[in-house]
């Protein structure tokens, strides 16, 4: 196969995906900062209060800040405002104040009690935010299809069909995301989508998935140097490319069942209507 520079097609880039699912999450020391600031916000609550709670009901306040970080940024997060808990109550509540020690028995259970309730709340709400996380994906994920779906049936260009597929791409694995088609004995770029820019390796990683029509793992020998993942799509003679070296979550366990479908997508579209 002849081999060209890959230069966009006139058409142009697609435009930006619309991400639909969760917004980006904090980073890891500003969730884990704000666990901490929570449990100082509750302790800041208990002096306000604590001549109208007892010291065992009082403790009741730090789960709060435990329930909110594991519902809004996970359970390492829950985990540690449950273990400031318990130490911001046993020093600044529990007899003698202003020690770690606990004199009275009686204190020694509420801590304990506050570290188990503490501890089963985090892990319990942890597990539904994963669950709902994973759910609203998989609603996005079926979304950009259902979107790439209307298109094929729809559109009456190729080129719109190329681009709703790069688009497809880009939002299901919200990462950058490129379709190269063969074109005059070449790879030219067809559409991209989440402003991805393809290396002079991507690019080499490129031709040898179509040429061998096999995947190519960015990072990966051979392709060491790329970073983006290509699979061939052979009856449309071209390569579909994610950069998931960039994914908001991390490179995803199976990606080329997406692909597979996308691929597929873009096949029937571009068959029906003879690639233009």
Known sequence: MQTLPLTPDAAGPA??????????????????GLALAMVAAATVVAFVVEHLIAAPNLS?????????????????????AALAGVAAFDFFFVQPRYSMAVDNPTDLWALSLLLVIAAAVSSVGA??????????????????????????????????????A??????????????LLEKDG???????????TLSDADEAAARLSLASDLATRGGVYPAQEASFD??????AAGVLG?????????????????????????TVALQARGRG
């Open 15 to 32: 435009s930006p995906p619309a991400d639909e699912l969760a917004a980006a999450a904090l980073p890891i020391a500003a969730r884990y």
């Open 60 to 80: 009741l306040i730090f789960v709060l800040p435990v329930v909110v970080a594991a519902a809004l940024m996970g359970w390492g997060p829950a985990l540690t």
């Open 127 to 164: 597990q539904s935010r994963r669950r709902a996380l994973e759910a609203r994906e998989a609603a996005g994920r079926a979304d950009a299809l259902r979107a790439l779906a209307h298109v094929v049936i729809n559109a009456a260009e190729p080129r719109e069909v190329t681009r709703a």
């Open 166 to 179: 790069a688009l497809a791409l880009s939002r299901v694995f919200r990462a950058p995301a490129v379709v």
């Open 186 to 196: 070449a790879l030219a770029l067809a559409a991209r989508a989440g402003d991805a």
């Open 230 to 235: 290509f699979w061939p799509i052979a009856s």
């Open 242 to 266: 994610v950069q998931l070296d960039n994914a908001d979550k991390g490179r995803p366990a199976e990606p080329e069942k997406l692909v597979e479908i996308i691929g597929a997508y873009l």
